[in-house]
T-cell receptor, first 112, second 114 residues
Framework: DAGVIQSPRHEVTEMGQEVTLRCKPI?????LFWYRQTMMRGLELLIY????????DSGMPEDRFSAKMPNASFSTLKIQPSEPRDSAVYFC??????????FGPGTRLTVT | RKEVEQDPGPFNVPEGATVAFNCTYS??????FFWYRQDCRKEPKLLMS???SGNEDGRFTAQLNRASQYISLLIRDSKLSDSATYLC???????????????FGKGTKLSVIP
């Protein structure tokens, strides 16, 4: 299996620009998660989907963040407008059940 | 008090040593416990689940102490390849009835030295 695929792997953008992160989960996994990791706050759950439906978005920092899952094989996390404090590594993970999550390689976002 | 707390380390141990990490959690109603491993600049990977009776996987042993609200990870005969950050993960109830959320600790860094 190819594992969870994320793109881009690195993104450098200027404050105020829109950023779109992409994720392809492992085929057959019903759950998809978006996380953000920083040195200060560690790994934080932003949102997760079950069967393409958003279940819990309580971790989404504010309205500038939005996530979609139009089908079982694709999800996006969008930040608009981006701010320097959004700089972090963003991970996508998928799983068959809620547990035993498989993480993608992450997108390292730098907002200047 | 943080929901999931870990000693950040680093733990620097020689090859062949035995090392143990603890992780405490604040909510006694927490269910399901895991250890993940994260190599430098890589994604977290599931190392093992933690069962109530304790469980072992090769050189790794995980324990759960519900009374004191902590889980532990013991690594025997440390290898250079064990160098990584070990993340404690707890399924913690929140807000609505029956709602849980996997919460990650910030991790404990282990360096195994030749």
């Amino acid at each position: 299996d190819a594992g969870v695929i994320q793109s881009p792997r690195h993104e450098v953008t200027e404050m105020g620009q829109e950023v779109t992160l992409r994720c392809k989960p492992i085929s057959g996994h019903d759950y998809l998660f978006w996380y953000r990791q920083t040195m200060m706050r560690g790994l934080e759950l932003l949102i997760y989907f079950n069967n393409n439906v958003p279940i819990d978005d309580s971790g989404m920092p504010e309205d500038r963040f939005s996530a979609k899952m139009p089908n079982a094989s694709f999800s996006t996390l969008k930040i608009q407008p981006s701010e320097p404090r959004d700089s972090a590594v963003y991970f996508c993970a998928s799983s068959r059940t809620y547990y035993e999550q498989y993480f993608g390689p992450g997108t390292r976002l730098t907002v200047t | 008090r943080k929901e999931v707390e870990q000693d950040p380390g680093p733990f620097n141990v020689p090859e062949g040593a035995t090392v143990a990490f603890n992780c405490t959690y604040s909510n006694s109603a927490s269910q399901s416990f895991f250890w993940y491993r994260q190599d430098c600049r890589k994604e977290p990977k599931l190392l093992m689940s933690v069962y109530s009776s304790g469980n072992e996987d090769g050189r790794f042993t995980a324990q759960l102490n519900r009374a004191s609200q902590y889980i532990s990870l013991l690594i025997r005969d440390s290898k250079l390849s064990d160098s990584a950050t070990y993340l404690c993960v707890v399924n913690i109830p929140y807000s609505g009835a029956g709602s849980y959320q996997l919460t990650f600790g910030k991790g404990t860094k282990l360096s195994v030295i030749p």
